[in-house]
């Protein structure tokens, strides 16, 4: 066997990002569309530029402080659950583990293994590491999708308040008379090239990525702006 061979064989798969992109996405999303949006809407309206931008900074604090919240409580809630689930196992182990082996060994059945061999790895792992065994094969959690709610808090309020940041500079510094146009366009510009690198970096098509992300932000602000002028009266 050469060395080449014999080198320990490292992968690291994108199934491993799942957790921080999820958040990052639709942190950036939310933060680019909401904030975009609400600019779109109230220019429509013929607010003040100063009051367009305070809105704006309301819009990305606001929403940061909201996106952290709701996902801390969700992920939270994910994580109570998995923590219930595993003190169930742990029960069902300590009084039963012989039924607990043969679940496990039916599990592998069902995944295609022999009987004889389904068992033998069922006894193999639990003598390693029972609760692990259980909580990967028959909870289906793993230390990849485990819940982690303070990092999923944090990584939706930045990923919110980066992406709210873009068109709040644009609307500071946009052409009061063309301010409208400025924010919308260059929203979807940032759609999607956010659309594109999320859709690359999880390993999916970039154009049907950029597409997806950068229609539905058009959408929110098409509405948005046609609702600002409907109600909007000159300042």
């Known amino acids: 066997m050469s060395y080449a061979t014999r080198r320990l064989h490292l992968e690291r798969h994108r199934t491993d990002r799942i957790g921080w992109l999820r958040a990052a996405v639709l942190g950036a999303n939310d933060g680019i ?21 305070m809105t704006a900074v309301a ?16 992920v939270h809630s994910q ?29 592998y059945v ?4 022999a009987p004889g061999l389904a068992q033998q790895v069922a006894q193999q792992l639990m003598a390693h590491d029972a609760l692990g065994a259980h909580a990967r094969d028959e909870l289906e959690i793993s230390g990849t999708m485990t819940a ?10 930045a990923a919110f308040a980066g992406g709210a ?6 609307a500071a510094v946009a052409p009061a008379s063309s301010l409208l146009y400025w ?25 049907v990525g950029a597409w997806r992300v950068t229609f539905w932000g058009a959408l929110a602000m098409a509405i948005t702006a046609g609702v600002g002028a409907l109600f909007g009266a000159p300042v």
Do not use: W
């Open 59 to 74: 819009g990305l604090v606001a929403g940061a402080m909201s996106m952290a919240a709701g996902e801390y409580v969700s």
């Open 148 to 157: 982690r709610p303070v990092q999923a808090a944090l990584t939706s309020a």
């Open 110 to 113: 069902g995944r295609g293994l």
């Open 33 to 53: 569309v909401s904030t975009a949006s609400l600019v779109v809407g109230v220019a429509a309206a013929q607010a003040s530029p100063s009051t367009i931008v």
């Open 79 to 107: 994580a109570d659950t998995e923590k219930a689930d595993l003190e169930r196992e742990r029960h069902e182990l300590a009084t039963d583990p012989l039924a607990e082996e043969h679940e496990l060994a039916g599990i």
């Open 183 to 207: 924010v919308a366009g260059t929203a979807l510009v940032f759609l999607a090239l956010l659309g594109g690198v999320a859709a690359r970096t999880g390993g999916a098509g970039v154009l």
């Open 165 to 170: 940041a873009l068109p709040l500079l644009v």
